[in-house]
């Protein structure tokens, strides 16, 4: 059964302190995203690879975001220091980015919270 | 850029019933690809349906289809004999066409709550 496997399932942090949320994309998909859900601003892209290459990362705040995929089965997102506006629950996607409009199937999600 | 428009955040339907769930969006593209994503409550993000926009035939998928109107840039959600099963959050969601830009474009989402 392919599934996009996130860890932590759920994430209570202080303020300042750093936060790394782990995806397992499906086996063979060459295409990462990660999304964040807020209820003010919704479904919202943080970043996305190909390849484990960063194609957009132009939705992340750069001062204390980072994305990365050490691995082809691994892509990490790190926020550091944390901060109460970053709770929102966080997704990761993979996709076989072969040919254009192919389904992107989700992760559970990370629902974070910064206190 | 492109954006996406739920404008009913909330509706609520019998069991069995048919609903549809509104969607408009805009672009400059000629072509491009629509997605309906549903969410229950257990998170998961779930694909109900794809309309590729050069296609003119309306997608469907059993009980799910849309009503695709591309001069208008309307692409509705039909749900019929609804179940219980169907509550959830629903989203509408646009793609580029172009290789390399595979990234979705989501409206803010509906809630669907089915009435037993």
């Known amino acids: 059964d392919a599934r996009v496997t996130q860890t932590p399932r759920d994430k209570v942090t202080e303020m300042g302190q750093e936060v790394t949320m782990r995806c397992q994309p499906i086996?063979?998909?060459?295409?990462v995203f990660w999304y964040r859900q807020t209820m003010m601003q919704g479904l919202e892209l943080l970043a996305y690879?190909?390849?484990?290459?960063?194609?957009?990362d132009s939705g992340m705040p750069k001062d204390r975001f980072s994305a990365e995929m050490p691995d082809a089965t691994l892509a990490t997102l790190k926020i550091q220091p944390s901060e109460p506006r970053d709770s929102a629950v966080y997704f990761c996607?993979?996709?076989?980015?072969?040919?254009?409009?192919?389904?992107?199937?989700f992760g559970q999600g990370t629902r974070l919270t910064v206190v | 850029a492109q954006t996406v428009t739920q404008s009913q955040p909330e509706m609520s339907v019998q069991e069995a019933e048919t609903v549809t769930l509104s969607c408009t969006y805009d672009?400059?593209?000629?072509?491009?690809?629509l997605f309906w994503y549903k969410q229950p409550p257990s998170r998961q993000m779930i694909l109900v349906i794809r309309?590729?926009?050069?296609?003119?035939q309306n997608a469907t998928e059993n009980r799910f289809s849309v009503n695709f109107q591309k001069a208008a840039k309307s692409f509705s959600l039909k749900i019929s004999d609804s179940q219980l099963g169907d509550t959830a959050m629903y989203f509408c969601?646009?793609?580029?066409?172009?290789?390399?830009?595979?990234?979705?474009?989501f409206g803010k989402g509906m809630k669907l709550t089915v009435n037993p």
């Open positions: 690879f190909r390849n484990r290459a960063p194609l957009d």
């Open positions: 309309q590729e926009a050069y296609k003119q």
């Open positions: 969601a646009f793609m580029k066409h172009r290789g390399g830009s595979e990234k979705l474009v």
């Open positions: 086996l063979g998909h060459n295409t």
């Open positions: 672009t400059s593209e000629s072509n491009y690809y």
């Open positions: 996607a993979s996709a076989l980015g072969v040919t254009p409009g192919t389904e992107a199937f």
